[in-house]
Every structure is written in structure tokens, then in C-alpha cells.
């Protein structure tokens, strides 16, 4: 079972190499990158309601209270997540922009997993871990460089 997520990731990963070059073609018509942001970010919302409600997995709104204030970070990152890729990518292409995210994302997620951030396992960093990352920036200056 494990290996079926692992296979869905790869291709939502794909997937989610197309969002950038859509957004920044959207950024191209309408003029600036901040509506691009808007538009992909509120189909975003949209979507994601009507599932929430064909699911029937509305949550009550005192759970929705009780959420930690840190919850807003998500979002945010998620809009500078788009916002970003629509000024970066015409300039550094999909493939480099994603490397580097990658690299970042697991240079953030090896220490949010050693401290054991937002009440998840403590995963304690090693040297295979950070010979993990070390290959992710290696990764960025083939890329780079290819």
C-alpha cells in the first residue's frame, strides 16, 4: 500500500510541475502576476469547497476556532508558493525552479522533523538524511548547469 502513495506522489508531483507555467501564462494575459496569483489561488478554494461539501467533511465552526493560530502559515506559504513561481519561472524555467524548491523543502523538512514541528514524530537528523540534501543541491547545480 505504502508504494501505491509513493507512485501518487511522483505523479501529483509531475502534476504539480505544470501549475507554474500555467500560472505564468495566465500572469501574461492578465498583466501582473498578482491576479495570476488570485485566479489560481481562489480555483484553488473553489475546488477544494466542493469537495468539502460532496464529501460531507464540513467541519463545525468551533473546531474551525479551535485551530492553532499557526495555521494561517500554510496558506500563506502556499500564496507566495504561486506567487513565486509565476515571476520565477519565465526567468529560471520549471525544471530549475522546482529543483531548488526541492532542495529548500528538504533542508526545511530535516529540521522541522528533528525538532518534531507542528506536534508531528521527532525524526532526528543524520548523516545519511543530510547526505540526502547534499545530493538535492547537487541536484540544483546540474540542473543549473545542464
Known sequence: MTNLYLVAAVLIGAAFACQPGINAAAAKVLGSPFPATVLSVGITLLASAVVMVATKTTPPLSSVAALP??????????????????????????????????????????????????????????????????????????????
Not at 494561517?72 to 522546482?98: D, E, N, Q, R, S
Request: charged share 5%; with cysteine.
Open 69 to 146: 493560530w499557526w495555521v494561517v502559515i500554510g496558506g500563506l506559504i502556499g500564496v507566495v508558493v504561486i506567487g513565486a513561481g509565476v515571476v520565477m519561472v519565465p526567468i529560471t524555467g520549471i525544471a530549475l525552479f522546482f529543483v531548488c524548491m526541492i532542495a529548500g523543502q528538504l533542508l526545511g523538512s530535516v529540521f522541522l522533523d528533528h525538532v518534531g514541528a507542528f506536534g508531528l514524530a521527532v525524526r532526528e537528523v543524520s548523516p545519511v538524511r543530510l547526505g540526502g540534501v547534499a545530493l538535492a543541491f547537487v541536484g540544483v547545480l546540474l540542473v543549473s548547469f545542464g
